[in-house]
């Protein structure tokens, strides 16, 4: 397992160019660095099927992202609650779900 602890803003850069690339960078509203992705679906049921493999994946791997569905435009957010921050496993979770967009 990885170790859990928030990467700095150049790690995170990196990781993120090396391994999941199509993922932006953003902060909430408290302040903490979370990574993302957004599907748009052709229908909305196809979005839910979408969130229903992402949601496979997360689990098998036992790292859930933050899932918002907005009809049928899906974001996919993950970072590390207990860190308050983007971890290596954030990021290689990013990496896995890419192959479902």
């Not at 160019?17 to 748009?40: C, N, Q």
């Not at 052709?42 to 859930?64: L, P, Q, S, T, Y």
């Amino acid at each position: 397992m990885v170790e859990k602890k928030a990467l700095t803003e150049n790690e995170l850069e990196t990781s993120l160019k090396e391994m999941a690339p199509e993922w932006k960078r953003d902060t909430s509203e408290k302040g903490l660095p979370f990574i993302y992705r957004v599907h748009h679906a052709r229908a909305f049921m196809e979005g839910i099927k979408f969130v229903e493999k992402v949601a496979r994946m997360a689990e098998d791997n036992n790292h859930h992202p933050d899932i918002f569905i907005n009809y049928k435009r899906i974001t996919v957010r993950y970072w590390t609650h207990t860190v308050a921050g983007v971890t290596l496993a954030d990021v290689q979770m990013a990496q896995k779900i890419d192959s479902l967009f």
